[in-house]
């Protein structure tokens, strides 16, 4: 009888989460133990990612589950959520929970699956969060020429992020000459600020 109980409840929380009806979601977990909440909390976060709930997703990461848990595969909750189609507003509630971004070369991961006019949003949030876009310095300005990206070239330089001494063979003279402009104009501005 207990069991029944708690697989209605189980049932009932999961598809509060599918429909992003976080009031249920929040009184639901609540009903269940410590360490039933322990043990289902991988599973619901990825449920909250994967059906693109990012309300819900923020309700369970209230409820005190730890941003940094992985899948079944082991995948961490943040490369999901930058996996899906809606992963801005997925990815935010995970950082702002404190999501572990270490190790995880999210810049890289954000040019595999990231559309281009998304591209300099999620860029920013990592900023925002501590994400160090420096390291992948050769990456994000060959992705930028490659595309003939004016705009992300700007956010490049205006980041700071160190320019490549060498640009990738064929890089259209244009977007050399825009990234050395800004980079300059950044220069400029600085020593204004200082006077």
Known sequence: MLNLFK??????????????????????????????????APELLSLAITAAQPAALETLLSADISPNTTTEHGTPSLLLALEQSDSLRLITPL???????????????????CRDETLMMHLNRLQQHGV?????????????????????IKFLVQSEVTMPSEWPAGTPETIIALAKRCEEDQRIQKLMLQR
């Open 7 to 40: 697989d209605q409840t189980i049932k009932k929380l999961k598809r509060a989460i599918e429909e992003g009806d976080t009031q249920t979601v929040s009184q639901t977990f609540k009903k269940l133990k410590q360490a039933e909440q322990a043990a289902l």
């Open 95 to 113: 950082l702002q929970a404190g999501a572990n971004t270490q190790g995880l070369d999210l810049p890289l991961r954000c040019l595999e699956v």
């Open 132 to 152: 160090g876009l420096d390291a992948h310095s050769e990456a994000l300005f060959a992705h930028a020429a490659a595309k003939n990206n004016a705009e992300l």
